[in-house]
């Protein structure tokens, strides 16, 4: 079964809610608000989606829902092809869930985002992509900078505590210290796990750069491995968890 979830940002705040899971079980797509919507609707007043208006329903589809489906380009489209390519899929494995997985589903109208549920790769080990964030608040040097990375290069992780929204955040900087993004704040709370085990086994490495005028935020493709140790179970959180209890957990297939 392959497991997205569904983060809205506050606008004022700037503060991140995983506030949904979306999942796929080859036949049906399955959404259920989790507990971070809860936490989303006392704190910053979030309205539920329109096409989900019950906190405590399972919506079904045995096709992709809506608000899901428009954060997919069309295959129809003359540059589908470079799309693809942007996001680096394997010919062939384009399919919906994949392409949000990768590009996050992001768009300007409105600030959602769409991440996967990592699994264990053919090593056993922790394995995600992600595209670096917050490259619109860089300078031109570090433009330049990534426009120069190339595929398989490492990146190094730094604590950003002078950042004055999240003091957790985390640089993606160049051995020649440059600072060309940030790990997107989804997955930086399990990063901080792996690291306290292990920390010279979670490596971030270039995947692929896109030039411009690719967007910004499709522009640094990266990808993390780590450790995956017995008792690690990524987004294992509170605000994670499905408000409808019988909904089997995110980790059954682990």
């Known amino acids: 079964m392959k497991t997205l979830f569904l983060s809205w940002q506050d606008a004022k705040s700037r503060v991140w809610f995983p506030i949904g899971r979306l999942t796929f079980d ?11 919507a809860v936490e989303a609707q006392s704190q910053h007043r979030f309205q539920l989606l329109y096409s989900f208006p019950d906190l405590n329903k399972v919506y079904t589809s045995l096709e992709p829902f809506p608000l899901f489906s428009n954060r997919l380009m069309r295959p129809s489209r003359p540059d589908y092809k470079n799309y693809i390519e942007w996001l680096n899929i394997p010919e062939g494995e384009d399919d919906p869930v994949t392409i949000l997985s990768r590009s996050g589903g ?14 264990p790769d053919e090593n056993g080990l ?14 031109a040097c ?14 190094y992780l730094a604590n950003g505590f002078q950042n004055p929204y999240d003091q957790r955040a985390l640089l993606l900087c160049t051995k020649d210290h440059y600072i060309v993004g940030y790990c997107p704040r ?38 993390m491995t780590a450790e995956w ?18 909904i089997p957990t995110a980790y059954a297939t682990l």
């Open 106 to 119: 992001r768009k300007t109208t409105d600030n959602f985002e769409v991440f996967p549920l990592p699994e």
């Open 186 to 223: 989804y997955i930086v709370d399990d990063v901080f796990k792996l690291k306290s085990k292990n920390p010279e086994l979670v490596k971030v490495n270039v995947e692929r750069v896109n030039p411009a005028p690719t967007p910004l935020q499709l522009r640094l493709l990266c990808n």
């Open 229 to 246: 140790h017995e008792e690690f179970r990524p987004f294992s959180s509170w605000e994670y968890q499905p408000l409808v209890a019988d």
């Open 142 to 155: 570090a433009t330049e900078r990534i426009n120069q990375l190339q595929t398989g290069e490492l990146l």
């Open 126 to 139: 922790y394995h995600i992509h992600f595209f670096a964030h917050g490259l619109r608040h860089l300078p």
């Open 26 to 36: 080859g036949t049906k797509y399955q959404f259920v608000y989790t507990q971070g």
